[in-house]
C-alpha cells in the first residue's frame, strides 16, 4: 500500500526506546524507497516556528494541544519502509484534507523549511 501525502506516523528511537512526535507525509513519494519530504508536530512554545499552529479542533486525534509544525526539522524519508510496517514506523491516523493545506501553505511561508525541500512541494 503507497503512503501518499496526508500520512502520518511515529518513529521509534532506538537509542531512547521512545516515540518520537508525529510526523507528516507532505510530498509526493518518489524513487525506488518511495522518499517524501516529512515534517514533525511539536509543542507550542514560544521559541518554535509559529508559521502553522494546529489545535485540537483541526480534527486529527493526535492534535490534543495546540502545537505547531516543527519545518526546521523536516527529513526525507523512505516511504517504502513506512508501508512495510517495519518495528521502527508506526503508522497513526492520516490528516484530513484541511489539515494538509494547512501544514502545506504553512511548509510555502515558513522560513525554518529549507529551500531544497520547498522545491519538493
Same mark, same amino acid.
Given at each position: ?68 509544525? +516543527?519545518?526546521?526539522?523536516? @527529513? *526525507? $524519508?523512505?516511504? &517504502? ?15 484530513? +484534507?484541511?489539515?494538509?493545506? @494547512? *501544514? $502545506?501553505?504553512? &511548509? ?14
Amino acid at each position: 500500500m503507497p503512503v501518499l501525502p496526508g500520512a502520518s506516523f511515529q518513529l521509534h528511537d532506538s537509542q531512547s526506546g521512545e516515540w518520537t512526535h508525529l510526523w507528516f507525509v507532505i510530498s509526493a513519494p518518489s524513487g525506488p524507497d518511495g522518499d517524501a519530504l516529512c515534517v514533525n508536530i511539536t509543542t507550542n512554545d514560544p521559541f518554535n516556528d509559529r508559521t502553522c499552529v494546529l489545535v485540537p479542533g483541526d480534527g486529527h486525534p493526535a492534535i490534543r494541544e495546540d502545537s505547531v509544525v +516543527a519545518y526546521g526539522f523536516a @527529513k *526525507i $524519508l523512505p516511504t &517504502a519502509r513506512l508501508a512495510a510496517a517495519t518495528p521502527a514506523f508506526v503508522m497513526q491516523y492520516p490528516a484530513n +484534507a484541511s489539515i494538509l493545506r @494547512k *501544514i $502545506l501553505a504553512g &511548509a510555502k511561508n515558513s522560513k525554518h523549511l529549507a529551500p531544497k525541500f520547498k522545491k519538493l512541494l
